[in-house]
């Protein structure tokens, strides 16, 4: 079955600690996305990729890094410097271009103590 | 820029109601809509899209209808079920240039039995 698989569904962390999201997809998708989801607030965009090697800063990028080394992964990296980590951490992907549709995985529940 | 406006939830309904989320957009262009669903503790899924002025999407009993002359893409169930209660997400891209998908802040809808 092809799709996009997120691990773990549940990350725990100490105040202070980076923490890596890991997303992966077999999609064949050339773009993919992070998006971060508070109560109320909808989906924020954190950051994108439309090609291996290359990412770009979404709408709430601080605090966040992400690398794209292969096409299927594209993991997300929340650091110290992120003032108030806990939410809930979506990756996405599309075929090609960015205004193609997005498939969505099952998401991560990050919880800092 | 792009922006996508939701009516405020929750949405309460009893069984076999009629639905109606109310979704305008704002937009240059001609941008395709979609409607997204999120089911508790889950990702999103797509639930129908339009691609063009007056298309009517249509999925699992849901409608939505493109309209341009009011910039609006309302979601429509004629009778829903308790397996209805969920996040829906309303969203565009323009079908020039280049961008993500832009969400609204999505309305929770709870059907009771």
């Known amino acids: 079955d092809g799709g996009i698989t997120q691990s773990p569904k549940y990350l725990f962390r100490k105040e202070g600690q980076n923490v890596t999201l890991s997303c992966e997809q077999n999609?064949?998708?050339?773009?993919m996305y992070w998006y971060r989801q508070d109560p109320g607030q909808g989906l924020r965009l954190i950051y994108y990729?439309?090609?291996?090697?290359?990412?770009q800063k979404g709408d709430i990028a601080e605090g966040y890094s992400v690398s794209r080394e292969k096409k299927e992964s594209f993991p997300l990296t929340v650091t110290s410097a992120q003032k108030n980590p806990t939410a809930f951490y979506l990756c996405?992907?599309?075929?090609?271009?960015?205004?193609?549709?997005?498939?969505f995985g099952p998401g991560t529940r990050l919880t800092v103590l | 820029g792009n922006s996508v406006t939701q009516m405020e939830g929750p949405v309460t309904l009893s069984e076999e109601a009629f639905l109606t989320i109310n979704c305008t957009y704002t937009?240059?262009?001609?941008?395709?809509l979609f409607w997204y669903v999120q089911y508790p503790g889950e990702g999103l899924q797509l639930l129908l899209k339009?691609?063009?002025?007056?298309d009517k999407g249509s999925n699992k009993g849901f409608e939505a209808t493109y309209r341009k002359e009011t910039t609006s893409f309302h979601l429509e169930k004629g009778s829903v079920q308790v397996s209805d209660s969920a996040v829906y997400f309303c969203?565009?891209?323009?079908?020039?240039?280049?961008?993500?998908?832009?969400f609204g802040k999505g309305t929770r809808l709870s059907v009771i039995a």
């Open positions: 996405a992907s599309s075929m090609g271009e960015l205004r193609d549709e997005q498939f």
């Open positions: 999609l064949n998708h050339d773009a």
């Open positions: 990729s439309q090609i291996v090697n290359d990412f």
């Open positions: 937009a240059t262009g001609y941008p395709s």
């Open positions: 339009a691609t063009k002025a007056d």
């Open positions: 969203a565009l891209t323009k079908n020039s240039g280049n961008t993500p998908l832009v």
